[in-house]
């Protein structure tokens, strides 16, 4: 039987063209009357097999047309069909399995092929499973067939070589025949043609398109299909992996929240039941002092410098606890901020009377400069934290016998500017991002004997900010540190901070 392919319309058109010349020539002779009666048989059969010609060839093109249409109106239906149509309420796996559902199914009906199926490679590369093979007889499906590498090499380096196998007679052709008695005469399947599916450059799978009982010869325009659908799949599956991968970022997120809120109530109350004892043990401190002094003992009785270093421990330890009260209130959505008009200076005093012991214990002199009348809205509490923050950390990290000092000014008709600076060890720009960061510490011998947790600078940047205010650390190694805050002079609180 002929094949309508393209050459073979292409010789029949040939032949259609000879056998209308030789009938215009016999009409001729038979106009000059010397070959009357067999001219006009001779005319009516070339004339006839004219006719035959012509609905044979039209016949094949309308037939080719036919089965362009098919597959065109079918990449069209593969390309609508997109993962983002299936269930959102189902796993990822089941949301794919889906999909390569419908697409076999599409792609078998569309080619009239008895076979289509979907197979993804292992992470390994050694093994292809089969997500779905639709089985065009029944209708059925099937699912978990697996290839193995070992048992197919040569189709395996095919595949990991060539973007299409077109095997139109399977059991010899070199790529396929490894199949012939474990895959293709078990099922009867006569010719293959496979698509690879692909992530970037990485090759994930194979679709696989299979005709039983008889060999078929896949058309130029049937491969380009397979092509096509291959790359549609391919991207179903980034889309699917993207989609799986954004769900579980969120389950990790929600669970890494929960956790974090978990520990920050934790530390909050775990300040709260330490804060008590502490404050015992401070005030035992403080009587043990002055009974001490009372009593005038000898050096070698002495016990004053026990409670000294008692009470300052204490002390020590009550800020570190006040600051994770402060930090999990903080997290927790529970801060509660009043904006009001508040006179710098009169908080920098009450500031200055609370940082004097450790300043004068270390010989630090502290200079401050700022006018009485320089106005600023901001919560009261958290101002004040925020200055003795700064201030204790520029003590803590200052050399003894250097001086802090301390500016505040207008910087415009919006803004004031306070100015702490120290002449201690500085930072470089690397240091600076970790010691904003919470519970990070610098690795250097003054953090490791004045210690602390890591949170006095991230706790008063926040601090600053939650009252619609700006943070700002200005360093160089060995040469010092100024920290400026910009304080609004409107009221105008971070709302997204406040509970």
Known sequence: MLRLNSANIAGLCAILVAVQLLAAFVLILNGNGEIAFSGHLLEMGVLFLSAVITGVVTIGLLRIRTRDRVLEEAMVAVSQLSVNNIDESKSGSMQFEEYARKCTQLVADAMNTDRVGIWLLSEDDQVLVATDIFIRSDGSHETGARLERAQYPKYFEAVSAEWAIDASDAENDHRTAD??????????????????????????????????????????????????????????????????????????????????????????????????????????????????????????????PLFKQSKRSGEHLLRMFEDLIDVSQIELGVTKIAIEPLFVEAILSDTISIVTKPATSKHISISVDCAEDIQVNADRKLMSQVLINLIMNSIKYSSEGTQVSINVANRDEQHCVISISDQGLGMNEGEIEVALQRFERLDNSSTKVEGGLGIGLPLAKQMVEMQGGQFEILSQKDRGTTIRILIPLEARQSDSMVA
Not at 269 to 288: C, D, K, M, W, Y
Not at 293 to 302: G, S, T
Request: proline letters at 2%.
């Open 179 to 304: 199949f012939r008695d474990g895959y293709l005469k078990p099922l009867d399947i006569r010719s293959m043609l496979d698509s690879m599916l692909y992530s970037g450059e990485q090759l994930v799978g194979v679709v696989c398109i299979e005709q039983k009982r008889r060999i078929r010869r896949w058309s130029n325009a049937e491969i380009r299909f397979a092509g096509s659908v291959a790359r549609l799949i391919s991207l179903a599956l980034e889309i699917e992996a993207r989609r799986v991968a954004q769900r579980e970022m969120q389950s990790a997120l929600i669970y890494a929240e929960s956790a974090n809120e978990a520990k920050t109530s934790f530390l909050m109350n775990l300040s709260h039941e330490v804060r008590t004892p502490l404050n015992a043990i401070i005030g035992f401190s403080q009587l043990g002092e002055l009974k001490a002094v009372e009593m005038d003992l000898q050096p070698d009785q002495d016990f004053l």
